[in-house]
T-cell receptor, first 114, second 112 residues
């Protein structure tokens, strides 16, 4: 596909469960970003990958959150022991290179923790 | 710490009007600034990216300006249409920082 895709589009889970959110970046984009957006707010940075490595994970709120990008393309955001406060839209973006290049966003995954 | 503010939070205007959305940031040491559009329940669409060395960028009916020294950017929308209704967000990219720092957005409603 031409754009960034994310699956699932919606995820409802129970408190304490484990969830995985997937992001497929634009082909050829080396940089990949995860953001989290709560209602009425701008996105909040979580983590940035350059290739396979996490170049900046300073936005991950705690150790329940983890992300991987093993082959430098698809990325998975993993949340353990989900809490109600984790409910948000999780956005993924990719860019051709890293710093300063235009970021292109996927449609997001709406996570609801009951 | 960089902070990005967008005023107003919401704006409703009749179709056909020209309008200006405002974005301000506290630290002028930015690499670039992007304007995005977000439709309800959908992702973000990049509208314009202005590098720190540029003063403005234009795309169709949209014009974005950047005054880095005063920490301000504006998005000008000419001849507004109902299809322009959406939330508009600005975000800055700082030097040696891969993160985008975001405003909370301006929700724009264009009345037919």
């Amino acid at each position: 596909g031409a754009g960034v895709s994310q699956t699932p589009s919606n995820k409802v889970t129970e408190k304490g469960k484990y969830v995985e959110l997937r992001c497929d970046p634009i082909s050829g984009h080396t940089a990949l970003y995860w953001y989290r957006q709560s209602l009425g707010q701008g996105p909040e940075f979580l983590i940035y990958f350059q290739g396979t490595g996490a170049a900046d994970d300073s936005g991950l709120p705690n150790d329940r959150f983890f992300a991987v990008r093993p082959e430098g393309s698809v990325s998975t955001l993993k949340i353990q022991r989900t809490e109600r406060g984790d409910s948000a839209v999780y956005l993924c973006a990719s860019s051709l290179m890293g710093l300063g290049t235009e970021q292109f966003f996927g449609p997001g995954t709406r996570l609801t923790v009951l | 710490k960089q902070e990005v503010t967008q005023i107003p939070a919401a704006l409703s205007v009749p179709e056909g009007e020209n309008l200006v959305l405002n974005c301000s940031f506290t630290d002028s040491a930015i690499y670039n600034l992007q304007w995005f559009r977000q439709d309800p329940g959908k992702g973000l669409t990049s509208l314009l990216l202005i590098q720190s060395s540029q003063r403005e960028q234009t795309s169709g009916r949209l014009n974005a300006s950047l005054d880095k020294s005063s920490g301000r950017s504006t998005l000008y929308i000419a001849a507004s249409q109902p299809g322009d209704s959406a939330t508009y967000l600005c975000a800055v990219n700082e030097y040696s920082n891969y993160q985008l720092i975001w405003g909370a957005g301006t929700k724009l409603i264009i009345k037919p």
